[in-house]
């Protein structure tokens, strides 16, 4: 069956520091993968979504960046942390039916 | 207008309640359409699917009405166990290449004894 990791689960980052989340699938391969944020009392933002490796499309404009170096394998980075960047950060793959499938999200905040 | 919206809440029933949710969205070409749920400070997890011709799971009825661009989740003989933020979700764009699923900001649900 099909699993996704991600972590930290929790992380406090003092603002201008650098960031990277890693996130990795299991038991599929060439998975859709995206990386969505909640602010807090807010909906998921979609931030960035990959189809395959090396392809990254970015929906919004913003202090992230998003990689993909193996096909299972998605992070998220930032150079330099602001405040605004604090929220959950959620990565998920899509099964079957265009479902999602969540991993269990990192809480960041910046300081 | 925002692609996907919903009543935040929170919506506060009794035990037992029926209670009904409501969700708009923008874009008339989408044609996948989800209910999520989650609880506080965790991920999102899949609910159900929402059919042309309206599905239902258990205590949950999900309907979906094209022609008003809106969807709804029904929630029969609510229990505590329910309480939880209920995000709609949509695919905007009709077309699973693009994968783009759209989140509503959620609504919330408490359920009392």
């Known amino acids: 069956s099909q699993t996704i990791h991600q972590w930290p689960a929790t992380l406090v980052q003092p603002v201008g520091s650098p960031l990277s989340l890693e996130c990795t699938v299991e038991g599929t391969s060439n998975p859709n993968l995206y990386w969505y944020r909640q602010a807090a009392g807010r909906g998921l933002q979609l931030l960035f979504y990959s189809v395959g490796i090396g392809q990254i499309s970015s929906e919004v404009p913003q202090n992230l960046s998003a990689s993909r170096p193996q096909d299972r394998q998605f992070i998220l980075s930032s150079k330099k942390l602001l405040l605004s960047d604090s929220g959950f950060y959620l990565c998920?793959?899509?099964?079957?039916?265009?479902?999602?499938?969540f991993g269990s999200g990192t809480q960041l905040s910046v300081l | 207008r925002k692609e996907v919206e919903q009543d935040p809440g929170p919506f506060n029933v009794p035990e037992g309640a029926t209670v009904a949710f409501n969700c708009t969205y923008s874009?008339?070409?989408?044609?996948?359409f989800f209910w999520y749920r989650q609880d506080c400070r965790k991920e999102p997890k899949l609910l159900m699917s929402?059919?042309?011709s309206g599905n239902e799971d258990g205590r949950f009825t999900a309907q979906l009405n094209r022609a008003s661009q809106y969807i709804s989740l029904l929630i029969r003989d609510s229990k505590l166990s329910d309480s939880a933020t209920y995000l709609c979700?949509?695919?905007?764009?009709?077309?699973?290449?693009?994968?783009?699923?759209?989140f509503g900001q959620g609504t919330t649900l408490q359920v009392k004894p």
């Open positions: 929402v059919y042309s």
């Open positions: 998920a793959w899509r099964g079957g039916e265009e479902k999602l499938f």
């Open positions: 874009n008339s070409a989408s044609q996948s």
């Open positions: 979700v949509v695919n905007m764009h009709g077309s699973s290449n693009t994968g783009k699923l759209i």
